[in-house]
């Protein structure tokens, strides 16, 4: 398994020829934002928030939108470290933690941050996967640097 320093290494060193090859394949602008994904899937919305990581740390303060998660999910599990899953599990907990809190601001609903995601996947679906991939794809990456790219509940299940 790598330490948080190597996965952090290789996601800053994959970034840049993963928004190339986006780019090639959709144009600029989704290149730009699969390159910005990677970076932030793989520094920011790492596998490892599950753990006290380097990941964990850059959140500074606001970590601890992540104790809940942390507690919940074993780490290494599938709902950690499942490819697509794991990605879609941390992007809920933020989405939740965005509607909480929109119902703090003024003038401000959950039902208004759902209307905008919703535009927004609707008007700009290229973009939107390109955001997925990026963020996925440093995913994959991390999975690999691992050792095994699958989830340590089905790496035991085909050993039985």
Same mark, same amino acid.
């Given at each position: ?7 952090? &290494? ?59 998660? &942390? &507690? ?86 085909? &050993?039985?």
């Amino acid at each position: 398994m790598a330490s948080g320093h190597h996965h952090d &290494r290789a996601t800053v060193g994959w970034s840049l020829p993963l928004g190339l090859a986006v780019a090639s394949l959709l144009g600029p602008a989704a290149g730009g934002i699969a390159f910005a994904g990677f970076l932030f899937g793989g520094l920011w919305l790492s596998p490892d928030l599950d753990t006290r990581s380097n990941a964990l740390h850059r959140w500074g303060p606001l970590g601890g939108i992540w104790w809940p998660y &942390r &507690r919940l999910i074993p780490h290494r599990s599938i709902w950690s470290h499942g490819p697509l899953l794991g990605t879609a599990v941390r992007l809920l907990v933020l989405l939740g933690w965005t509607l909480l809190i929109s119902n703090l601001i003024p003038n401000t609903s959950p039902n208004d941050v759902l209307s905008a995601l919703q535009w927004a996947i609707r008007n700009h679906p290229q973009q939107g996967a390109a955001l997925l991939l990026g963020l996925e794809a440093s995913v994959w990456l991390h999975l690999i640097q691992d050792g095994d790219p699958l989830p340590a509940e089905w790496t035991r299940r085909r &050993r039985r």
